[in-house]
């Protein structure tokens, strides 16, 4: 059984920065891709970044390019998401996940089956 646990949500203004941290139990994290997705009150779960398996090549949202960063330390299970430049619109819950299967690279919802509680980042105007 794989468990995600989220840490480093927050209340910050405009245009801070907070850093989430997911740190995951299992023995072949390195195998897979990894995962952020956030929702909004009243919205759908959405994609926000992810970090490909082997590679560590990174996706992201269009709305969070340039802004966030998602790291992974397969040495200590880890992926981290350091949001910048944060707007009021980036509030939500954000949850931390992993891939269905290893050696899959996707950035859609129902790719990945095991999800942390996930953690509530809100930013004031």
């Known amino acids: 059984q794989v468990q995600l646990v989220e840490s480093g949500g927050g209340l910050v203004q405009a245009g801070g920065s907070l850093r989430l941290s997911c740190a995951a139990s299992g023995r072949t994290f390195s195998s897979y891709t990894m995962g952020w997705f956030r929702q909004a009150p009243g919205k759908e779960r959405e994609f926000v970044a992810a970090?490909?398996?082997?590679?560590?090549?990174?996706y992201y949202a269009a709305s969070v390019k340039g802004r966030f960063t998602i790291s992974r330390d397969n040495a200590k299970n880890t992926v981290d998401l350091q949001m910048n430049s944060l707007k009021p619109e980036d509030t939500a819950v954000y949850y931390c996940?992993?891939?269905?299967?290893?050696?899959?690279?996707?950035?859609?919802?129902?790719?990945?089956?095991?999800w942390g509680q996930g953690t509530q980042v809100t930013v004031s105007s």
């Open positions: 970090s490909r398996w082997g590679s560590g090549n990174t």
């Open positions: 996940a992993r891939v269905r299967n290893p050696g899959w690279t996707s950035t859609v919802r129902d790719d990945y089956d095991y």
